[in-house]
């Protein structure tokens, strides 16, 4: 017989004698708990209620588990709807865990409802059968809002920014393609004035600055077109809406830094121990400020770094190793091992601000000459340009987690050679001989001068 294999229980895996679970809707949460039996040893005693889902109704909630001695409380992910359960049960001093639907579905066969989802939810918790999912602790919570805002405002500008394109191509110009940028400060001056009445395809391209102004003859033709009335009212709207955004955008940045500089876990130390909102910016810092530590990384600038640590915070110990981290943000395939047939599966969704972010700071690295540069360019011959700039991402998560679970770690770029320095120039130059060889060359090889 094979020497078995000893796999230990994680922490959340431990059973349980007094559970409670919450099937969460919008309007209530149908409450389920499990406790020992007073009189019988070994059996259980299984409640089950509607609770609603206001502010004082959850409070009170609170109060009548904390005095049934709940050890743990399992709350659905549902939409939205699982926060107020979490976040007030959690101010009561209860432990909660959030839980991913997907985990929590009811065995096939069995009857569908909402009494019979909590008791079942109540059951696999205290078996220990539930994956907690990861909830950030309040401060990073709400910086994660402010990121998301910005994102999502962002968004919005670049839709309003393409509808003002499509406009001036219906007008019949064709900056776009002069124009790398419309919203530049080119581009922006020669749509304000012709909102402002000017129809001089030369006059307009006058308006060029810098490196634009090589492309006169090229302007000249793109600005010619029919440019009338209705198409400067629209314009203006859509200018007026994205010069909004950028107000907003802009307050929405200010603010996130702030946020960020008053946690104590994303502050630096100076080299003579001094920390606070200011320290650990200098070269000669003991201990680089969180932001600072990712920004060096290529790819990643201050407000992607911004991004990763509000969707993944400052504690790393929430994921014991870079695995863990790279598993939960779905930028690993799935194993699937039955007998001895093993193959991987698709990553997973996982968490879309977050995958944005990194496959962003992934695509700006692939055109660096630094290590995940020659990283990207290796991997893309073989498995193609996606899956290249997955595993450029994964990289960098992974340097990610080593920054922020050691704060006085450094970015270390190990340069665009470090894959030919590792090769065996000797095995390299075999393998080409043999296959020259084999199609019919005969191959000697001299020392290069």
Known sequence: MREPQEIEDEEHEQALERVA?????????????????????????????????????????????????????????????????FYLLEACGLSVQLVNARDVKNVPGRPKSDKLDAVWLAKLTERGMLRPSFVPPEEIRQLRDYTRLRSDLTRDRTRHAQRLEKLLEDALIKLSTVAADIMGVSGRAMIEAL????????????????????????????????????????????????????????????????????????????????????????????????????????????QAAQVILAEIGLDMGIFPTPGHLVSWAKLSPRTIQSGARSRSGKTGKGNPYLKSTLGQAAAAAAKTDTFLGERYRRLVKRVGKLKALVAVSRTILVIIWHLLADPAARYNELGAGYYASRTDKDRKARNHVRQLEALGFTVTIAQAA
């Open 195 to 302: 909102i402002a009445g000017e129809r001089d395809p030369e006059a307009l391209a006058s308006l060029a600055r810098g490196r634009m102004r090589s492309k006169h003859a090229a302007l000249v033709q793109a600005l010619t077109g029919r440019f009338d009335e209705h198409h400067a009212e629209l314009a203006r709207i859509l200018l007026g809406q994205y010069d909004a955004l950028t107000i907003q955008v802009d307050a929405l940045t200010t603010r996130i830094e702030s946020l960020i500089a008053a946690i104590p876990a994303a502050r630096g130390v100076d080299a003579d121990g001094t920390t606070g909102p200011g320290a650990g910016t200098g070269p000669g810092a003991a201990v680089l400020a969180a932001i600072d530590r990712l920004d060096a990384i290529p790819g990643i600038a201050r």
């Open 21 to 85: 679970a919450i099937d969460v809707a919008k309007a209530s949460g149908m409450v389920c708990t499990r406790v020992p039996h007073a009189c019988r040893p070994g059996r259980r005693v299984t409640k089950v209620w509607d609770a609603d889902a206001t502010a004082g109704a959850i409070i009170e909630l609170g109060g009548h588990l904390a005095d049934l001695g709940i050890e743990k409380v399992t709350v659905e992910s549902t939409s939205d709807y699982w926060r107020p359960f």
